[in-house]
C-alpha cells in the first residue's frame, strides 16, 4: 500500500467574525494510553512579534500530570481541548465500534 503525499494548501485570510481569534491562549491534547501530545499556544512575547507554540510529550503518570495542569495555570491557558480515541479489540463482549 503506497503513502498519500499530503497536498499544501496556502493559508487564507478569512473576513468572518465567526473566525476570529476568541482566546489568546490555548492547549491541544492528544491522549494516548501510555503518554499525551501537548501544543500550547500563547501571544506573543512582545508587540509586533509572533505567537509561540510549546510542543510537549506528557508521559501519563500523575506527577507528570500533575506538572502539566501547573504548567497551563502558570501561562494562563484559558482553553484546553482534549483528543483520546481508543479501540478495544478481541472482546465479543466489547460492543465497540458496532461488534
Known sequence: MGHARARKIP????EDEDYQLRHERVAGIDIAKAKADVCTRLPPARDGGRRASRLEEV???AREILALAGRLLDDGVELVV???TSVIRGHRGAGCHGR
Open 11 to 14: 493559508a487564507q485570510l478569512v
Open 59 to 61: 508521559p501519563a503518570t
Open 82 to 84: 482534549m483528543e483520546a
